[in-house]
């Protein structure tokens, strides 16, 4: 009798952890960009957000497995992974509340269900996209949960006393993980924290922009030799000198030991006989003394991306890849202002540099043009042949090809469309 009673508070536990779940599920996968406070807003067409639409099944696993290819295969896995992960509960807690009564086939029906209905509301109230692909994977992550629940019983010998135990157990370590994971990683997207900021030391440097901003070749007591852009091939060189009065900094980014959410702008002090260790490719920002004979200030900072990305870009002295935002159009060629792109070192992503530098590239009549529509912020992209005409003013360009004298002949072109 006692053991009856001690499985129907628990199973009355088990409706409320669901219950609780599900309120959970909402903000993250249907409300995870949108603040409850504006959601009114929304239901009403008052306020628009991002929205897009794919029907294609594995058009995401294919736009994932490019992304991975080009060095973001931890970033593409724990997209793909959090999309089934999220509803394991839900096929597992279904499993566990319906016993032998509940039909999987039921349970996975009603994930489904569940998650067309995130899928349709995301597109028909502007709060997301709306991806079959997500659909996919969202009634895996049921089946898997259901799975984990076989496997359970199996082993709890199908003692509904051992099983609700062992499950709270399971679930208690789950929910600890996942609420650490959730804090430190996605708090600030969530709303639960915000991140802070604060600089140390660089109290000389001045508050104006920087007279000069480049990149650092090599370096001495008497001279910082730098370059305008990361590849030397299009950059300007100059030489900036140093005296005894110029103050050198090094600017890092530093997480703060006291907390998980505040990154510090630190700035160290250097000595000029340490110019010559300095890594090349590394930022440089100088202010001029009033005479403009010599730097007053000079800050360092890591360069961007690894020293591989760097090789590479300068190893390519026949083919070289080449990014860009079109700024004008001429009868056969075309000017673009460059952008750097390379890897983060923390999270491996692409990051992209916006550049002063003006390229003119030629190009042949039987120039191979691709376009790539891009959807959902670039996750999420479709590629089709194009043609020199979709060459216009504002868009992002890939280019293929070989460059003489700074002018930059395409052998191919990939035009980036951003779609809202």
């Known amino acids: 009798m006692k053991k ?16 609780f779940y599900l309120l959970i599920l909402i903000k993250i996968v249907l409300l995870k960009d949108t ?4 959601l009114p807003m929304f239901l009403t067409g008052e306020k628009k957000g991002f929205r ?33 992960l999220v509803f394991l509960p839900f096929g597992y807690l279904l499993a566990l509340l319906r016993g032998s009564k509940g039909s999987k086939l039921k349970i996975i029906l009603l994930s489904a269900l569940l998650s067309l209905f995130f899928e349709t509301s995301q597109y028909v109230f502007y709060l997301g996209s709306a991806d079959i692909d997500d659909l996919i994977l969202n009634v895996l992550g049921a089946c898997t949960g259901i799975l984990c629940f076989k496997l359970l019983t199996a082993l709890c010998r199908k003692d509904q006393r051992r099983i609700y ?19 430190i990683e996605f708090g600030n997207r969530l709303g639960l924290v915000h991140y802070k900021s604060e600089t140390i030391g660089g109290e000389d440097i001045p508050k104006r922009n920087p007279d000069y901003n480049g990149y650092f070749v090599s370096g001495s007591a008497e001279a910082i030799h730098c370059t305008s852009d990361i590849d030397e091939t299009y950059g300007d060189p100059s030489s900036i000198s140093v005296t005894s009065d110029t103050k050198v900094f090094f600017l890092s980014y530093e997480n703060d030991k006291a907390s998980l959410h505040q990154i510090n702008t630190v700035y160290k002090r250097c000595s000029l006989s ?20 010599h730097a007053d200030i000079v800050v360092l900072s890591d360069p961007p991306g690894n020293d591989e990305d760097i090789m590479t870009s300068e190893s390519s002295a026949k083919k070289k890849k080449l990014n860009g935002t079109v700024v004008d159009i001429q009868s056969g060629s075309f000017t673009i202002t460059k952008i750097n792109t390379y890897k983060d070192k923390k999270t491996g992503g692409d990051i992209s540099e916006s550049t002063d530098i003006h390229i003119t590239v030629k190009y042949r009549k039987d120039l191979k043009v691709t376009v790539c529509d891009a959807y959902d912020m670039g996750t999420k992209t479709k590629y089709r042949k194009g043609s020199i005409h979709d060459v216009k003013k504002g868009r992002t360009i890939e280019l293929k090809g070989m460059i003489k004298n ?5 052998e191919s072109a990939t035009i980036y469309i951003f779609h809202k």
């Not at 603040?35 to 504006?38: F, K, R, T």
């Not at 135990?165 to 804090?183: H, N, P, Q, R, W």
């Not at 700074?406 to 395409?410: H, L, P, R």
């Open 406 to 410: 700074k002018v930059f002949y395409a």
């Open 35 to 38: 603040e409850l406070s504006s």
């Open 274 to 293: 340490q110019l010559k260790s300095v890594k090349k490719n590394s930022k440089v920002s100088v202010w001029f003394s009033k005479k403009k004979n």
């Open 4 to 19: 009856e009673n001690s499985n129907k508070y628990f199973k009355r536990f088990f409706w409320a952890v669901f219950i």
């Open 165 to 183: 135990v062992t499950s709270l157990i399971l679930g208690c370590i789950s929910f600890a993980a996942a609420s650490s994971i959730a804090y």
């Open 52 to 84: 897009s639409l794919n029907l294609i099944p594995f058009q995401t696993f294919v736009s994932f497995s490019r992304i991975a290819g080009q060095g973001n295969f931890l970033w593409s896995l724990s997209n793909l992974l959090g999309n089934s």
